[in-house]
């Protein structure tokens, strides 16, 4: 969704982007109703781009290849997974990370000065995700959202307990590996006092008024309140983690620190650090400086294309087709081992009373066939729910 947003955005600024993606979904639906060309096949770019925005290494080594007199910038929202990893080229005339950590993986992955490589955070288009009418006093509903989360993990059963013993009322799970993703997030967040995420998730659910603890599979930071909130900006990523936090007693403290007072000012805080329009005028200026540092000549020798580059963008391109299916295959096989793991979990069979943890998830969402970074179309309610 960030190239999704970053294109309508340009595009209603009167620049013509292209996206390219070897694999394609349901965001080529969304781009195509913006009037932006989406394509999975370099060779159907007539003429060649004034720069390249490159994100995730295969298919912007590809991208840069095929075009080799074309500047590029290559932005790095992460240090994890393998697709985050920040390529080597000679195009790349500008890196953007979106953090000081994501910008220390680059300086020590690709030899730049740190003084080179820009610093532009995670957005949020504010006109879409607006802040909830109200935030109330005692949190009752609580989500986690993240893709990578599978609906029988620790992290689910720990949430899980911690909302009982909180007293919380209701838990909902959102996400590709528990097979019940979001395409309109803005839509369904606001239904829910707490939300567990990390990254650009949990950005989007302290924009709209939830209070957001910072958290996946892999541990727990906080929760992000007004104490903390400018140290904490810029590590809502997986980096914050620690793996001993992953534990229903410290998820309950941290669920008992809500305040409605200070979720309504983390939310007036992060929507100032994190305007679409603000990052769009950010890229703007990192573009021009990587134009400037690319030859004219070398920009416009497009007919001068070495035919061996061009070839290489194409293998680089039908390579990472390629392993995104293979990926894709294991998404799927991800559910199926939750699924029988939660078939044969004890606590499926005998829960105490109070205690009862998270035995279905529906998949009404899921139907939609949606591939959002961050969830599929419908309501929020189906969904994973504490007895």
């Known amino acids: 969704m960030v190239i999704l ?6 595009r209603r600024r009167g620049h013509f982007p292209i996206a390219f993606s070897t694999k394609l979904g349901q965001i080529e639906k969304e781009l195509k109703q913006a009037c932006i060309p989406v394509v999975s096949n370099l060779d159907a770019i007539g003429n060649a781009p004034d720069i390249i925005h490159g994100q995730h ?7 840069m290849a095929y075009f080799h007199d074309t500047p590029a910038v290559y932005v790095c929202h992460g240090w994890f997974p393998w697709v985050e ?63 990578g989360i599978g609906k029988n993990s620790t992290l689910v059963r720990s949430v899980a307990e911690a909302c009982n013993l909180a007293g919380m009322k209701r838990l909902d799970l959102f ?29 989007e659910a302290m924009a709209v008024g939830s209070a957001v603890i910072i958290c996946d599979e892999s541990g727990v930071a906080e929760m992000v309140r007004p104490e903390n909130m400018s140290a904490m900006f810029g590590r809502f ?9 992953l534990n229903a007693d410290f998820l309950c403290r941290e669920i008992r620190k809500y305040d409605a007072a200070g979720v309504r000012q983390v ?69 199926l081992v939750d699924e029988l793991q939660g078939q044969r ?31 599929a179309e419908g309501k929020p309610g189906g969904a994973t729910h504490i007895q």
């Not at 947003?5 to 340009?10: P, R, Y």
């Not at 290494?57 to 991208?63: D, I, R, S, T, W």
């Not at 969402?365 to 949606?370: D, I």
């Open 5 to 10: 947003d970053l294109a309508k955005e340009f």
């Open 57 to 63: 290494h295969l298919e912007a080594m590809a991208a």
């Open 85 to 147: 990893t920040p390529p080597v080229f000679s195009n790349i005339k500008k890196y953007v990370a979106v953090g000081e950590l994501t910008r220390e993986h680059i300086s020590n992955s690709c030899a730049v000065k740190r003084e080179d490589i820009s610093i532009i955070p995670n957005f949020v288009d504010l006109e879409k995700f607006e802040v909830r009418k109200s935030i109330n006093k005692v949190p009752v509903n609580a989500a986690i959202f993240g893709n």
């Open 175 to 203: 996400g590709l590996r528990s097979g019940n993703p979001i395409n309109n997030p803005q839509e369904v967040l606001p239904n829910y006092d707490i939300v567990f995420s990390v990254g650009r998730c949990a950005i």
């Open 237 to 245: 990523g997986s980096s914050s983690l620690r793996k001993e936090r």
């Open 267 to 335: 939310t007036d805080w992060i929507r100032e650090k994190v305007d679409l329009r603000h990052a769009a005028d950010r890229y703007e200026s990192v573009y021009r400086e990587a134009i400037g540092r690319a030859s004219i000549e070398t920009r416009n020798n497009v007919s001068g294309r070495d035919p061996r580059f061009v070839d290489v963008g194409k293998y680089i391109a039908s390579l990472a087709a390629t392993i995104k299916g293979i990926e894709a295959e294991s998404h799927g096989l991800n559910r």
């Open 345 to 375: 979990s004890p606590a499926n069979r005998s829960t105490p009373p109070n205690r009862q943890l998270p035995a279905m998830v529906h998949r009404q969402h899921a139907q939609s066939g949606g591939d959002r970074h961050s969830g």
